[in-house]
């Protein structure tokens, strides 16, 4: 994992060592290659790289079978073999489908991924998670396929949109919430000058959200421990996905803003069974709320949301699987949780 400013103009210094053979083609969207493609591209000639570029629409609606299928057709029309390398240069998206298309063709290619967004930079691109979404939920479909590398460039975060930094940082104060109070404590104080555009905090935030993430993921790399591991970083997920399948999987909520919301859904869950303090949720809701972030449910209905819960892969049993907390930076794993008490949080928030 590399992470700083203008490793992109260098990109080619950096990848070669990692690649099997001199050969690549980069999967990427058409708004970040018309940002980022042909300084990427520049990097890989200069250092003798051979490369193709394979582009699809931007947004969720991309990891889909049909857009997947016609990327796994592509490589194979190009007539790759197991040593070309795969690079992933966008978002959480871009990163999730490419690096399934590296899972899938001729049983597994080598990757590498260049995330361009706050929000892949620190969760999507680091753990190996690779998928596609159906109409039944979010990610039900891809592989574990650890990159050969994550170069992480900074300096394009400063291309992003407001709203996409913002949604980013959820995923960073994830991280404290977690098991991270002194860190939750920094996050409260710096957060507004972070996405305000201060480059030193933003720095040692993205650093430390890499460093818990990998850490954790080095312990559990197929979330196979029935609790804790893993499967905490799960933290607000399963409201999370429930609320994106609900939207649409589309631009009215971004992947980050359904954090934000589930974070603060899974601590009030947390609190009326008496596990948490019931001032962590109006704690957490009003720093996430002051930087822009949604807090709440927008009407929709709870039998739908719980429904696509009950879709969620991380079912047990027959029993929803949610990560809940004693307090801030005290998460942990549980599958005793009433439906009704999920119901109850669900209304309480903005559900009808």
């Known amino acids: 994992m590399l992470a700083g400013p203008n490793l992109l103009a260098r990109a080619g210094a950096h990848i070669a060592p990692h690649l099997p053979q001199p050969r690549c083609v980069i999967i990427t969207d058409d708004t970040v290659a018309a940002l980022h493609l042909p300084t990427l591209q520049a990097a890989l000639s200069e250092t003798g790289i051979a490369h193709t570029t394979l582009t699809v629409p931007p947004g969720e609606a991309?990891?889909?079978?049909?857009?997947?299928?016609?990327?796994?057709?592509?490589?194979?029309?190009?007539?790759?073999?197991?040593?070309?390398?795969?690079?992933?240069?966008?978002?959480?998206?871009?990163?999730?489908?490419?690096?399934?298309?590296?899972?899938?063709?001729?049983r597994g290619l080598p990757f590498i991924q260049i995330p361009t967004t706050l929000l892949a930079q620190v969760d999507s691109s680091v753990g190996?998670?690779?998928?596609?979404?159906?109409?039944?939920?979010?990610?039900?479909?891809?592989?574990?396929?650890?990159?050969?590398?994550?170069?992480?460039d900074t300096s394009t975060l400063t291309t992003l949109p407001p709203r996409e930094l913002r949604a980013g940082y959820a995923e960073i104060v994830k991280a404290a919430l977690i098991a991270d109070p002194g860190?939750?404590?920094?996050?409260?104080?710096?957060?507004?000058?972070?996405?305000?555009?201060?480059?030193?905090?933003?720095?040692?935030?993205i650093t430390h959200a890499i460093a818990?993430?990998?850490?954790?993921?080095?312990?559990?790399?197929?979330?196979?421990?029935?609790?804790?591991?893993?499967?905490?970083?799960?933290?607000?997920?399963?409201?999370?996905?429930?609320?994106?399948?609900?939207?649409?999987?589309?631009?009215?909520?971004?992947?980050g803003e359904a954090v934000a919301t589930g974070l603060v859904l899974a601590t009030h869950l947390s609190a009326s069974l008496g596990l948490?303090?019931?001032?962590?949720?109006?704690?957490?809701?009003?720093?996430?709320?002051a930087i822009g972030l949604p807090t709440r449910i927008n009407?929709?209905?709870?039998p739908h949301l719980l429904n696509h819960m009950k879709q969620d892969k991380k079912m047990q049993s027959g029993r929803l699987k949610f990560i809940l907390t004693h307090g801030i930076g005290h998460a942990f794993t549980?599958?005793?949780?009433?439906?009704?008490?999920?119901?109850?949080?669900?209304r309480a928030n903005g559900a009808v």
């Open 212 to 255: 818990f993430k990998a850490a954790i993921v080095a312990g559990d790399e197929f979330e196979t421990k029935p609790a804790g591991g893993r499967a905490l970083l799960n933290l607000g997920h399963t409201f999370a996905h429930a609320l994106e399948a609900e939207t649409g999987y589309g631009p009215t909520l971004l992947h």
């Open 299 to 302: 009407n929709l209905p709870a």
């Open 128 to 152: 190996g998670k690779t998928g596609i979404n159906t109409p039944q939920g979010k990610n039900l479909v891809g592989a574990f396929h650890q990159p050969k590398l994550v170069l992480a």
């Open 276 to 289: 948490c303090p019931q001032e962590d949720t109006s704690r957490i809701a009003e720093h996430l709320h």
């Open 334 to 346: 549980s599958t005793d949780v009433p439906e009704t008490a999920v119901e109850a949080t669900l």
């Open 62 to 106: 991309s990891k889909s079978f049909p857009t997947w299928q016609h990327l796994v057709e592509s490589l194979l029309t190009q007539k790759v073999d197991r040593h070309t390398t795969i690079i992933a240069l966008g978002g959480g998206v871009i990163g999730d489908l490419a690096g399934y298309t590296a899972a899938a063709t001729l």
């Open 183 to 205: 860190f939750y404590d920094w996050c409260e104080t710096n957060a507004a000058a972070m996405l305000a555009g201060d480059a030193t905090l933003l720095t040692h935030a």
